[in-house]
């Protein structure tokens, strides 16, 4: 048994045991060293309209975004061993259709977001993952970086796709953490100015280049 943040009825969250999950043969049992608390989980607390699209079961366990440390290895694993640490990616292909083979992997209409989608989270001692949606961490990033390579990951796609030029002028909608690194990303690639849309009021925030 260990520890776990379980949402057990619409109402009802709660700290509690739940039993170690058991291993499949393309999966590996991580030790969860960082697991950041996103938007999705205020969704999963409140039980709102956005569950119901997710169509989150129950009882579950909570979180999504993570990092840690191999423990073992599926039979079927071939690019972790344990004693790896790892970041976590939360959307989980198939891996046998086409957008999965072209790169499409978050387009593909069946995937399932681990954590908001199955019943075993990160907000637990240890998770069982996919290996598809475990990466090796960078040597020197610590557990609490690589933790939030995810949203920093979806910055960074949004980033591209503006394709921002040198001295450019860049509109930010939101200042959440993904609004926070997409505003760094910005600033990096040489944008002069970047306006950031906060909750209450709008701030002009200039970052040095």
């Not at 989980?41 to 309209?49: G, Q, S």
């Not at 069946?110 to 961490?137: D, N, W």
Request: with cysteine; hydrophobic share 35%.
């Amino acid at each position: 048994m260990m520890k776990a943040v379980r949402k057990i009825e619409p109402e009802r969250e709660v700290v509690g045991e739940n039993q170690e999950p058991k291993i499949r043969p393309s999966q590996v049992p991580v030790e969860i060293k960082a697991t950041p608390i996103c938007g999705s989980e205020l969704h999963i607390c409140r039980w709102d309209e956005q569950t119901t699209r997710w169509k989150t079961p129950l009882p579950m366990t909570v979180g999504h975004e993570f990092s840690g440390k191999v423990v073992e290895i599926g039979t079927e694993v071939k690019s972790l061993q344990p004693g790896d640490n790892v970041a976590g990616d939360s959307h989980i292909p198939r891996g046998i259709c086409y957008y999965c083979k072209t790169g499409n992997v978050h387009v593909y209409q069946t995937m399932l977001i681990s954590g908001l989608q199955t019943v075993e989270g990160t907000f637990a001692k240890y998770a069982v993952v996919p290996e598809i949606i475990a990466y090796r961490s960078p040597t020197g990033v610590s557990y609490e970086q690589s933790a939030l390579l995810e949203p920093f990951g979806m910055a960074m796609h949004a980033s591209k796709r503006t394709l921002i030029e040198p001295g450019g002028v860049v509109l930010v909608m939101g200042s959440g953490a993904i609004g926070i690194f997409a505003q760094q990303i910005a600033s990096a690639s040489g944008a002069s100015t970047v306006t950031a849309n906060l909750t209450e009021y709008s701030s002009k925030l200039h970052y040095p280049g």
